[in-house]
């Protein structure tokens, strides 16, 4: 069976610090994996995928993940954080993309210190 | 607009009535999803549907019920609520369900059961 961990429950970061958010998967073949960001009082957006090819993939809002297979990793990156950032992130892992099929991590919720 | 509406937003229900929450998607997508959200515990999957007449069971159907008459629709039904369904529920939709495509989410109903 499919999981995913996210190891750090909470984060505090200084506005303008570099951040990164970890997330572990279990999966018996190549996984399609992502990550959402869910700000307060909002739906899920898909900030970015990984489905084949260079394992850094760029998504929106200037972040970043870096795939690796050999760690069973897929850390989640920005290099200076603004206050609008500050939001859940849930990492994922499914056999696509598709409504029916994302394992979902418990999230981390990040926080920014002025 | 693209969009995955769901109603109504905020729920506050007694245990045992009965109650629907809506889920309607504008992008004529085939499959739909509900998952709910609780503290710690990330996005858990409740129920799928690949297509109009054909629904499955995710994760934690126990007490839902589904139905899929139409494709833009996927209605979740409580029958008989329990003050531990007291959630934060998503719908989502796709286009696909495996491989390359992306589900786009609601923006939740947050439901309280007393």
């Known amino acids: 069976a499919q999981s995913v961990t996210q190891p750090d429950i909470h984060i505090t970061v200084s506005e303008g610090a570099s951040l990164e958010l970890r997330c572990n998967y279990s999966?018996?073949?190549?996984?399609?994996l992502f990550w959402y960001v869910q700000s307060p009082g909002q739906g899920l957006q898909l900030l970015l995928k990984?489905?084949?090819?260079?394992?850094l993939v760029q998504g929106i809002k200037g972040f970043e993940a870096e795939f690796k297979r050999s760690q069973s990793s897929f850390n989640l990156r920005k290099p200076s954080v603004h206050w609008s950032d500050a939001a859940e992130y849930f990492c994922?892992?499914?056999?696509?993309?598709?409504?029916?099929?994302?394992?979902f991590g418990k999230g981390t919720h990040l926080i920014i210190q002025p | 607009e693209a969009q995955v509406t769901q109603n109504p937003r905020y729920l506050i229900t007694v245990t045992g009535k009965k109650l629907t929450v809506t889920c309607s998607q504008n992008?004529?997508?085939?499959?739909m999803s509900w998952y709910r959200q609780d503290p710690g515990l990330g996005l858990r999957q409740i129920y799928y549907?690949?297509?109009?007449?054909?629904?499955d069971k995710g994760d934690v159907p126990e007490g839902y019920k589904v139905s899929r008459k139409e494709k833009r629709n996927f209605p979740l039904i409580l029958e008989s609520p329990s003050p531990n369904q007291t959630s934060l529920y998503f719908c989502?939709?796709?286009?696909?369900?495996?491989?390359?495509?992306?589900?786009?989410f609601g923006q939740g109903t947050r439901l309280t059961v007393v």
């Open positions: 994922a892992v499914g056999e696509g993309g598709g409504a029916d099929g994302l394992t």
């Open positions: 999966y018996g073949a190549t996984p399609y």
């Open positions: 992008m004529n997508h085939e499959y």
């Open positions: 990984y489905f084949s090819g260079d394992t």
């Open positions: 989502a939709s796709s286009s696909r369900g495996r491989g390359d495509t992306e589900a786009f």
């Open positions: 549907s690949m297509n109009v007449e054909v629904t």
